[in-house]
C-alpha cells in the first residue's frame, strides 16, 4: 500500500504527459480508447501509442493509471476484455474502474492487474470503501460530494487502502458524472464516455413575441425580470436572466482544494488528483508546479505557508476556469457552488505558446504561438526550472530571420526570436504566458483556453 503523497495529473495526450510530468506530476491517468469517460477527445486510439506513454513514463520513475471507468452495456463486454487484455500486457500501475461486473471479470482474467475504484462508483462511505477492499481493490477514489469529515471516517474504519481525492478542475452539477444530462439533449451518453458538457452549455432565449421576434439574431436585451416558478412551489421565484453571451442555468464552478491540502491528508489521502485531461499543455504544466510546490512544502514543513497558498492560488487562476470553490469539503457549497454568468475563462492571463525550437548556441527559439501576439506584449518563460520576462520586439516569420512581423496569430505559422538566457534542455518543456490584454474581453470566444 502506497503511503506516499502523490501528485496524480491528467494525461489527455503524450504531450500532455510530458509536460505534466517535467512539472512535477508522481503519477498521471491516461484513457483506454472507448472504454474510459473521455472517449471522444482522446488520442490513445493508438495502443501503440499508449505503450509510448508507458514506457516514457516508467522511465521517469513515475506511474500511469489506465481508466476504464464506463458502466458497460452488455454488447461492449466482449471488447472490452479484448482491449484489457492488449492493456495488461503493457504494464500499467492500474486500471482505474467502475462497473463491478468489469471488474470481477478483469480479476478473474487478469488476477496480477491492479485496479483502483473509480469517483464514478460513487464511493460516499466507509461500508462500501470495505466492501471493495475485501474484494481486493487497492485505492479508492472518493466522491467528489464528501466533506473531509467524512473521509476521515472513512480513513480510520477501512486504513488500509489508499485513498484518491481530487484537489483541482471542474466538477458536474451530477453525482460524480452519473448523469444522463448529455444523453438527454445531445443524445451523448456520459457514462459511456462521451458527454457533450451540457450543463455548461450557455443558452439563449429566442420566440420573445414581446419584442417581435421569433428568433433573434442578435442580441436584445431582455426587458424586465424573468422569474421561473415550479408549479407544486408556489411563491419560491428563481430569477432567470441573459446576456449577450446567453445564460448558464447550470454551470458548476470549478474545484480548487488548494485550503484543504493539509486537511486532506491528515484524513488519510494520499493521492491528490487534478481533473483536465482535455485541457492543455498549459494547464498540465501550470497546475501541476502549483500543487507540486504545496505537496513539497506540506511534506518539508507540515503546513502550507500563506505565501505559498497565495502564490498557488494565483497560479491556477492564470488557467482556465469558471471560478473556484472547495468542493464539498468544508461543507455544501449551495449557490456560491454556481457560476450563472459565464461558461469559462475568468483567468488572469493567457496562453501565449511554447517553444518547440531552441539553439542552445544562437539562442532562437522557434514558437508555437496560442494566442494572438503583438509586438510590445509582455511574455513570461517559464520552464520547471526558471521563470523569466521578456517584451516582444523583434520577432519573424522564419529561422533565416528575413519576415520580420509586428504580430502572429494563434493557429499560424511559428514565429523565431533571440532570448537573452539559454533553455537548454528544458526548452522542450517550455511554455509561454501574458497577461490578459485589455482589448480582449474575458468571454471572447478566439480565445484558447487555457
Ligand atoms: S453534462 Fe455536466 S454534469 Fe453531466 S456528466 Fe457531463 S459534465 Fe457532468
Same mark, same amino acid.
Given at each position: 500500500?502506497?503511503?506516499?503523497?502523490?501528485?496524480?495529473?491528467?494525461?489527455?495526450?503524450?504531450?500532455?504527459?510530458?509536460?505534466?510530468?517535467?512539472?512535477?506530476?508522481?503519477?498521471?491517468?491516461?484513457?483506454?480508447?472507448?472504454?474510459?469517460?473521455?472517449?471522444?477527445?482522446?488520442?490513445?486510439?493508438?495502443?501503440?501509442?499508449?505503450?509510448?506513454?508507458?514506457?516514457?513514463?516508467?522511465?521517469?520513475?513515475?506511474?500511469?493509471?489506465?481508466?476504464?471507468?464506463?458502466?458497460?452495456?452488455?454488447?461492449?463486454?466482449?471488447?472490452?476484455?479484448?482491449?484489457?487484455?492488449?492493456?495488461?500486457?503493457?504494464?500499467?500501475?492500474?486500471?482505474?474502474?467502475?462497473?463491478?461486473?468489469?471488474?470481477?471479470?478483469?480479476?478473474?482474467?487478469?488476477?496480477?492487474?491492479?485496479?483502483?475504484?473509480?469517483?464514478?462508483?460513487?464511493?460516499?462511505?466507509?461500508?462500501?470503501?470495505?466492501?471493495?477492499?475485501?474484494?481486493?481493490?487497492?485505492?479508492?477514489? !472518493?466522491?467528489? +460530494?464528501?466533506?473531509? %469529515? &467524512?473521509?476521515?471516517?472513512?480513513? #480510520?474504519?477501512? =486504513?488500509?487502502? @489508499?485513498? $484518491?481525492?481530487?484537489?483541482?478542475?471542474?466538477?458536474?452539477?451530477?453525482?460524480?458524472?452519473?448523469?444522463?444530462?448529455?444523453?438527454?439533449?445531445?443524445?451523448?451518453?456520459?457514462?459511456?464516455?462521451?458527454?457533450?458538457?451540457?450543463?455548461?452549455?450557455?443558452?439563449?432565449?429566442?420566440?420573445?413575441?414581446?419584442?417581435?421576434?421569433?428568433?433573434?439574431?442578435?442580441?436584445?436585451? !431582455?426587458?424586465? +425580470?424573468?422569474?421561473? %416558478? &415550479?408549479?407544486?412551489?408556489?411563491? #419560491?421565484?428563481? =430569477?432567470?436572466? @441573459?446576456? $449577450?453571451?446567453?445564460?448558464?442555468?447550470?454551470?458548476?464552478?470549478?474545484?480548487?482544494?488548494?485550503?484543504?491540502?493539509?486537511?486532506?491528508?491528515?484524513?488519510?489521502?494520499?493521492?491528490?488528483?487534478?481533473?483536465?485531461?482535455?485541457?492543455?499543455?498549459?494547464?498540465?504544466?501550470?497546475?501541476?508546479?502549483?500543487?507540486?510546490?504545496?505537496?513539497?512544502?506540506?511534506?518539508?514543513?507540515?503546513?502550507?505557508?500563506?505565501?505559498?497558498?497565495?502564490?498557488?492560488?494565483?497560479?491556477?487562476?492564470?488557467?482556465?476556469?469558471?471560478?473556484?470553490?472547495?468542493?464539498?469539503?468544508?461543507?455544501?457549497?449551495?449557490?456560491?457552488?454556481?457560476?450563472?454568468?459565464?461558461?469559462?475563462?475568468?483567468?488572469?492571463?493567457?496562453?501565449?505558446?511554447?517553444?518547440?525550437?531552441?539553439?542552445?548556441?544562437?539562442?532562437?527559439?522557434?514558437?508555437?504561438?496560442?494566442?494572438?501576439?503583438?509586438?510590445?506584449?509582455?511574455?513570461?518563460?517559464?520552464?520547471?526550472?526558471?521563470?523569466?520576462?521578456?517584451?516582444?520586439?523583434?520577432?519573424?516569420?522564419?529561422?533565416?530571420?528575413?519576415?520580420?512581423?509586428?504580430?502572429?496569430?494563434?493557429?499560424?505559422?511559428?514565429?523565431?526570436?533571440?532570448?537573452?538566457?539559454?533553455?537548454?534542455?528544458?526548452?522542450?518543456?517550455?511554455?509561454?504566458?501574458?497577461?490578459?490584454?485589455?482589448?480582449?474581453?474575458?468571454?471572447?470566444?478566439?480565445?484558447?483556453?487555457?
Amino acid at each position: 500500500m502506497n503511503t506516499e503523497l502523490e501528485l496524480l495529473m491528467p494525461g489527455g495526450s503524450l504531450d500532455k504527459i510530458r509536460y505534466a510530468i517535467a512539472y512535477g506530476a508522481d503519477a498521471v491517468y491516461a484513457g483506454v480508447p472507448r472504454y474510459s469517460l473521455r472517449a471522444r477527445e482522446n488520442e490513445f486510439f493508438d495502443p501503440e501509442l499508449i505503450k509510448e506513454a508507458v514506457d516514457f513514463v516508467h522511465a521517469r520513475g513515475k506511474k500511469i493509471y489506465l481508466t476504464c471507468n464506463i458502466y458497460a452495456h452488455n454488447n461492449k463486454i466482449n471488447g472490452f476484455m479484448d482491449a484489457m487484455a492488449d492493456m495488461v500486457a503493457l504494464k500499467p500501475d492500474a486500471f482505474i474502474m467502475t462497473d463491478p461486473g468489469l471488474i470481477a471479470l478483469t480479476k478473474e482474467k487478469f488476477p496480477e492487474a491492479v485496479i483502483h475504484l473509480s469517483t464514478q462508483a460513487n464511493n460516499t462511505n466507509w461500508a462500501q470503501v470495505k466492501f471493495w477492499k475485501d474484494y481486493g481493490i487497492e485505492r479508492a477514489i !472518493l466522491a467528489r +460530494e464528501l466533506r473531509i %469529515e &467524512e473521509i476521515r471516517e472513512i480513513h #480510520e474504519q477501512v =486504513p488500509d487502502i @489508499e485513498l $484518491e481525492a481530487f484537489v483541482h478542475g471542474s466538477i458536474c452539477m451530477a453525482y460524480s458524472g452519473r448523469c444522463l444530462l448529455s444523453n438527454y439533449l445531445s443524445y451523448r451518453d456520459a457514462n459511456q464516455g462521451t458527454c457533450s458538457h451540457s450543463c455548461r452549455w450557455g443558452f439563449k432565449v429566442n420566440g420573445n413575441a414581446a419584442q417581435g421576434d421569433d428568433v433573434r439574431t442578435e442580441y436584445v436585451p !431582455l426587458e424586465g +425580470e424573468f422569474l421561473l %416558478e &415550479e408549479r407544486e412551489r408556489p411563491g #419560491e421565484m428563481m =430569477p432567470v436572466d @441573459e446576456d $449577450e453571451y446567453g445564460t448558464y442555468i447550470m454551470n458548476s464552478k470549478d474545484l480548487c482544494g488548494i485550503d484543504y491540502i493539509k486537511d486532506l491528508r491528515d484524513a488519510g489521502v494520499v493521492s491528490f488528483k487534478v481533473e483536465g485531461r482535455n485541457k492543455t499543455e498549459y494547464y498540465a504544466s501550470l497546475v501541476a508546479r502549483a500543487y507540486r510546490r504545496g505537496l513539497d512544502e506540506l511534506q518539508a514543513k507540515d503546513s502550507i505557508s500563506d505565501e505559498t497558498r497565495d502564490w498557488m492560488l494565483a497560479e491556477v487562476s492564470t488557467t482556465a476556469n469558471r471560478g473556484f470553490i472547495p468542493g464539498f469539503y468544508p461543507r455544501n457549497a449551495k449557490a456560491a457552488a454556481q457560476e450563472l454568468e459565464r461558461s469559462h475563462c475568468v483567468q488572469t492571463h493567457l496562453y501565449a505558446g511554447r517553444v518547440v525550437g531552441f539553439d542552445s548556441e544562437t539562442q532562437l527559439a522557434c514558437i508555437e504561438v496560442k494566442n494572438r501576439l503583438d509586438k510590445g506584449d509582455k511574455l513570461s518563460f517559464i520552464t520547471p526550472k526558471q521563470e523569466f520576462e521578456i517584451e516582444l520586439d523583434e520577432f519573424y516569420y522564419d529561422e533565416a530571420l528575413t519576415k520580420p512581423t509586428d504580430h502572429a496569430h494563434g493557429g499560424g505559422k511559428n514565429i523565431y526570436l533571440k532570448l537573452a538566457m539559454d533553455l537548454g534542455e528544458d526548452f522542450a518543456s517550455t511554455i509561454i504566458r501574458m497577461p490578459y490584454k485589455e482589448a480582449q474581453t474575458l468571454r471572447k470566444r478566439t480565445v484558447v483556453a487555457a
